[in-house]
């Protein structure tokens, strides 16, 4: 037991040491400013205090008192991550390596030096098996049960044949690194003594992300049972804890319009312009209960629409969160946020809709976004808007549905009238932002356009070229789904013109479908006359008649109806209604005639028929 313990606490005091070495480094061989000066001796001090500690600890354990119960206290997590952040800044940046941790006032009953220990050396790790400028990304969440703070790195990953040993002690990941290989064991048998559970994730070359679950009050324990753990440690699998997120979301990645785009399983969207660098973590519940997201912004610009679930989204040193939000960042020389929707936070900063703020290493500046442009019209594809005061430029996106998912172009231009290219039929979305001289959008203003260029061709050259015309409108109709009746309903007269009826009717059925107009009642029974449907005829005009019960063309179907159920009397009643009305019309004249013989009134029929004539 005795030695299990040196070994533990000469690995504790070897990377206290090597952290004030780091610090005295960098001050000798570099120039730093006072400022700097000032926070590399206060780290030099803290971890000299952190040093005094663990030697104090170790000398209690060799006076055999690792058998007593730990102390419990109240822990800040966010400031015990910020102590840990602090010791270790000598090494994460002596790899460049930026270390992000979330805003939080979780707080946790636990042993804060045996919970610092397991957190210090996880992180630890993060930084050493990193990349060259990576970044370390600290969450916490907390539950009805416990907290859980996931660490990920943007490091070399872990191969799959050694995730099986990695908590094993005296086993390192990388047999090149130097070190005993104690820490990541100790971390595990730490967090599952107090009676929480360690997850990894781990994809090589990608990165690794562990997940430290602690019940909010842990078991009453020894460091007896700490050292006991490391025994048998393994990989702890959270698959008991279905609740916690810690399973990937499924995401559909498409590149449109100069975007590349995720639509996520909770609905969340996230867009990046394609010259934009970036990571992304999307995870859920084993039940679909619970999301998260976040990503980091390395350069370009991104928009973010979570429309339950929170997000966390890291830009250089800070870390924005926000719930319910719709919302842009721009990187670039500076950090650039416009909010649309809901609100984001970011330490100190809070922004609402339509605020938005410019952010350098010494100054936040927070604006009032641009008015959005207004009295937007397009006409034959042409766009005209008015002109926004103080804007630098404009920005058009043009998409095909309104959330801006299936994005079709987008583009700046300066000029508030110009002509757009639309390809196809369709019903469009069309939004601008207005840019004021810091490079913020304004909110953005939205217009819906139906395109009909195909469908507006075809009537042009009807009269000229009827093959050519049919060729336009079914390109019409192949993209305008239900977003107009025009083409369906053309394309149905030709058809009938040209005595094919069965594919008139399938046209003129989906017209009716999209919009319900008296024409194309009148044509749909035409079309079932033809087709000898008199059960159809009659089960429509029960349907319109009560829309439009005087319409003369549909009582005279009525009329046709009652002519062919032999219901003669009825059928003049209503054909003499409907010549009052309409003494020329000579299919009505026509009918009656027909009518009358039927009747056997011949002298009345022959004067229908000469009206008919």
């Given at each position: 037991m005795n030695k299990f313990f040196s070994s533990v606490f000469f690995h504790e005091l070897k990377n206290s040491l090597s952290s004030i070495k780091f610090s005295v480094q960098m001050l000798d061989k570099y120039d730093v400013?006072?400022?700097?000066?000032?926070?590399?001796?206060?780290?030099?001090?803290?971890?000299?205090?952190?040093?005094?500690?663990?030697?104090?600890?170790?000398?209690?354990?060799?006076?055999?008192?690792?058998?007593?119960?730990?102390?419990?206290?109240?822990?800040?997590?966010?400031?015990?991550?910020?102590?840990?952040?602090?010791?270790?800044?000598?090494?994460?940046?002596?790899?460049?390596?930026?270390?992000?941790?979330?805003?939080?006032?979780?707080?946790?009953?636990?042993?804060?030096?045996?919970?610092?220990?397991?957190?210090?050396?996880?992180?630890?790790?993060?930084?050493?098996?990193?990349?060259?400028?990576?970044?370390?990304?600290?969450?916490?969440e907390r539950d009805i049960f416990g907290i859980y703070i996931s660490i990920s790195d943007t490091g070399v990953g872990i191969k799959k044949k050694n995730l099986s040993s990695i908590f094993k002690m005296f086993k390192q990941i990388d047999d090149t690194k130097s070190g005993a290989g104690i820490g990541l064991a100790l971390a595990n048998s730490v967090i599952t003594s107090f009676g929480g559970q360690v997850n990894v994730k781990s994809n090589e070359d990608i990165g690794t992300e562990f997940i430290l679950y602690v019940p909010k009050r842990p078991k009453e324990i020894t460091v007896k049972r700490i050292a006991l753990g490391l025994i048998p440690a393994s990989i702890a699998l959270f698959l008991s804890i279905s609740y916690f997120p810690i399973y990937s979301q499924k995401y559909d990645k498409s590149m449109q319009g100069g975007y590349v785009i995720y639509t996520f399983e909770d609905g969340s969207v996230l867009k990046y312009s394609q010259n934009s660098d970036y990571e992304i973590k999307a995870y859920k519940n084993l039940y679909n209960t619970k999301y998260t997201l976040s990503t980091t912004l390395k350069s370009g610009d991104m928009s973010l629409k979570a429309i339950k679930n929170k997000a966390s989204i890291y830009v250089n040193d800070r870390e924005f969160n926000n719930l319910g939000t719709d919302f842009e960042i721009i990187r670039d020389d500076f950090t650039k946020v416009a909010v649309f929707e809901g609100s984001i936070k970011s330490d100190?900063?809070?922004?609402?809709?339509?605020?938005?703020?410019?952010?350098?290493?010494?100054?936040?500046?927070?604006?009032?976004?641009?008015t959005p442009p207004r009295n937007i019209n397009i006409k034959d594809g042409y766009l005209t808007f008015n002109k926004v005061n103080n804007a630098k430029k404009y920005k058009i996106i043009i998409s095909r549905d309104r959330n801006f998912n299936q994005i079709e172009d987008s583009f700046f231009t300066n000029k508030t009238k110009l002509n757009l290219e639309f390809k196809n039929d369709a019903l469009y979305y069309v939004k601008i932002f207005a840019y004021d001289k810091y490079g913020l959008p304004s909110l953005p203003s939205v217009k819906k356009y139906i395109n009909l260029s195909h469908y507006k061709k075809a009537m042009k050259i009807i009269d000229i070229d009827m093959n050519d015309s049919i060729l336009e409108l079914e390109t019409s109709i192949s993209t305008i789904q239900n977003h107009s009746s025009l083409p369906y309903y053309e394309l149905a007269k030709i058809l009938f013109f040209k005595?094919?009826?069965?594919?008139?009717?399938?046209?003129?059925?989906?017209?009716?479908?999209?919009?319900?107009?008296?024409?194309?009642?009148?044509?749909?029974?035409?079309?079932?006359?033809?087709?000898?449907?008199?059960?159809?005829?009659?089960?429509?005009?029960?349907?319109?008649?009560?829309?439009?019960?005087?319409?003369?063309?549909?009582?005279?179907?009525?009329?046709k109806i009652l002519f062919l159920k032999a219901k003669y009397k009825e059928a003049t009643k209503l054909l003499f209604k409907i010549l009052q009305q309409r003494p020329n019309f000579k299919e009505a004249n026509s009918l009656m005639a027909k009518t009358l013989m039927k009747l056997h009134k011949n002298s009345e029929a022959k004067y229908y028929e000469r009206l008919a004539k």
């Open positions: 400013s006072a400022q700097e000066k000032k926070e590399t001796v206060d780290n030099i001090i803290s971890t000299i205090t952190n040093t005094t500690n663990i030697l104090e600890e170790y000398m209690d354990f060799i006076k055999f008192k690792f058998t007593k119960k730990l102390k419990y206290e109240e822990i800040n997590l966010y400031e015990l991550l910020s102590e840990i952040k602090n010791e270790l800044l000598p090494q994460a940046e002596q790899k460049s390596v930026n270390i992000y941790i979330q805003k939080s006032d979780i707080k946790i009953i636990s042993n804060k030096f045996w919970l610092k220990r397991a957190i210090y050396n996880v992180v630890l790790n993060a930084i050493k098996y990193n990349k060259r400028g990576g970044s370390v990304n600290i969450k916490i100190d900063l809070q922004l609402n809709k339509g605020e938005g703020s410019v952010i350098s290493a010494k100054k936040i500046k927070v604006v009032e976004l641009l005595k094919q009826y069965k594919k008139a009717l399938a046209l003129i059925q989906k017209a009716i479908k999209t919009k319900e107009k008296k024409e194309y009642y009148y044509l749909l029974l035409d079309i079932y006359e033809k087709l000898n449907k008199t059960q159809e005829i009659e089960k429509t005009l029960n349907k319109v008649l009560k829309i439009y019960p005087n319409d003369i063309y549909l009582l005279f179907y009525k009329a």
